[in-house]
Every structure is written in structure tokens, then in C-alpha cells.
């Protein structure tokens, strides 16, 4: 009798156990972490990390400067300025001219059309100079000059860092910008148009950052974990984190809530800051509330004595469905015989 007194209380303890080898600990047994790292940003003290360029994120590239290299040959839609001197006074030629589709240009009625593309500058000097010469024009001086070309790659725009870590020109190939801050990348496409273009130089800006993030973990008291990824700005504490997300859910426990981030793999060992939560939002103190860096992760665990609540509902549920039925069965039998004896006396 006295055992079965105890078996209650035992297994209380037994359940406990389990729930604290699970990972429910009143007192944690590991304390990776320090109440306070001086060494660490935060609220008060950020730092200003340089952008690292990552797919897939979004580039904004636009062309300052792009010169095709010589020898430069005409293509249709091109703008010419030529320049002609002893023509037909009442008829000069002295005008920018658009290289038709055809590849000609129309120089006058007097003068007629003259095919040009393909040809070089001094090439399509000389080929103007030989037509006005056969239509009696001798003497005449030609001046050709490129006013706009329209045969160059279009590469201002947006452009997405690919999977391999590229990013496309189109006619010029593409550029391996993955791991370069934005002066670096520059440096890069500038050197890249240099194989196409007279010193090309462009401006280049990050238009959509979808590379970096950070996670918070919200831990179930024994059903599962939330997590959720959250867009990295560079400018996050602690605090701005959890109020993304409406803050600490209703199992969760103020006094555990840690910051981890990531280390080389050859090193070995986790590096995890504790937050002082209660501090951090009624008292407004700074010491713990540290910066989010990219690639953070910010856990927070579940009241003990709510992860211990939920491990007893978990193993006893079983046996409570399992006693539930047998009751059931027993009461739905009875109810059988008894309307099976009362329809004997009945008789």
C-alpha cells in the first residue's frame, strides 16, 4: 500500500527526468554564453559592415561612358555628322545623317544615297568622297564623324546576381561578382567593358538586397520549433528582431533568450550570447540588446514548466486515450447485459 501511496509521486519524478534529458532544464548545464560582451555591438555601439554582393541579389548598373573601341565600323541606325565642302552652294551638305536600316544615307536629291555600313570612318570618308567625285564634285572636302551609335549593347538596368554567381551584359559576356563589396564589383564590370569599350566607366548600386538574412527560432515546449527568416538591413538589434514578430509567444521564457552566431567549422565551438530580455525592455538597457549581424540566429526557449506540462500530456495522453476506451467498452457492455436481463424478466 505504502508503494502504491508513492507510485504517484514517482512517477512525477520520472516524467521530470524525461523532460529535462529532452532539453527542458530548469537550470541549463552548458552555459555557453556571458551576461555581458563588451566586445560585441549593439544597440548603442553599431558597426557598419561593408555589402558583400551575393546571389540572387539585384544590381543596378548604368553606363556613364561607352566609347566603342577603333576601328569602329557603321551600322544602321547610327547617327554620322558629315561636312562637306565645294557642293552646291544652294544645296550644302553640313548635317547629322541616320544610317538607314538598309545601312545608306541620303545626302540630297542632288547628291543621291551612298551605302556605308560596314565601313570604317576613314573608310566611309573615302567612299563619300569617290560618289560626289563621280557626280562632278572634285574638289569636295568631306568631314565624317560618329554623333551616336546605336549598334552598342544596351547594359544600364537592373541585373540579377545568377546562381553561379554572375552577372549578364548581354553581347559582353558576363562578370563573377559573388563576394566583392560594390567598389570592387565596379572595378570588375569596368575591366570586363574595357575589352569592347574606350575606357568605359559605369555607376553601380545594389537595387534589391535578397542575399542576407538572420533567423529567429521560437522553441514549442515539446511541439516543434517556428522558425522564421528575416531580410537582413544591417541596422537590427535583438529587440527590433522579436518586435518584427509580434514579440515572445505565450510558452516562451524571458530568461532564455540567446543570440548565436555563426563560426568557422574549424574552429570548433559555437559562440552564443545571453539576452537580458527583461533588461532590455523594462529598463531599456543596452548591454545585451546586441546588433543582428547576417547569418545570426535568435533562440528562444519555452518556459520549463511549460515544456515539463506539455512532456506529461505527451506521455500520458496515450494511456488516457487507451483508458478512455477500455471504460467505454465496459460501461457499453454493461448497458447490453442490462437491457438483455431486464428483457428476461420482462418474460
Partial sequence: MRWGCRNPLLLALSLGLLCAGSGCHLFPRHHHGVAFRPDMPRELDKVNLPYVIEPP??????VVRAV?????????????LVQVTEVLPDEPIGAIFTVEPQGTINLGPSYGTIRLAGLTLEDAKTEIQRHLAGLGFNK?????????????????????VRPDGTVGLGTYGS????????????????????????????SLDVFSYNSKFYYVIFDGGGYGQQVYRLPYTGNETVLDAISQLNGLPPVSSPKRVKLARPAPAELGACEVMDVDWKAV????SSATNYQVLAGDRIFVSADCWIAFDNCVAKILSPFER???????????????????TGGGGSN
Fill in 68 to 80: 566603342p573601341k577603333p576601328p569602329y565600323r557603321i551600322e544602321p541606325l547610327d547617327l554620322l
Fill in 57 to 62: 541579389d539585384i544590381l543596378l548598373i548604368d
Fill in 322 to 340: 487507451m483508458l478512455g476506451f477500455t471504460l467505454l467498452g465496459n460501461e457499453t457492455v454493461r448497458a447490453l447485459d442490462g437491457q438483455n
Fill in 281 to 284: 525592455t523594462m529598463c531599456a
Fill in 175 to 202: 562578370v563573377y561578382v559573388t563576394g566583392m563589396t560594390i567598389d570592387h564589383a565596379k572595378l570588375a564590370i569596368e575591366a570586363h567593358l574595357a575589352q569592347y569599350l574606350v575606357d568605359p566607366k559605369i
Fill in 140 to 160: 569636295a572636302r568631306v568631314i565624317v564623324a560618329l554623333q551616336q551609335t546605336r549598334s552598342l549593347q544596351a547594359v544600364s538596368g537592373e541585373h540579377l
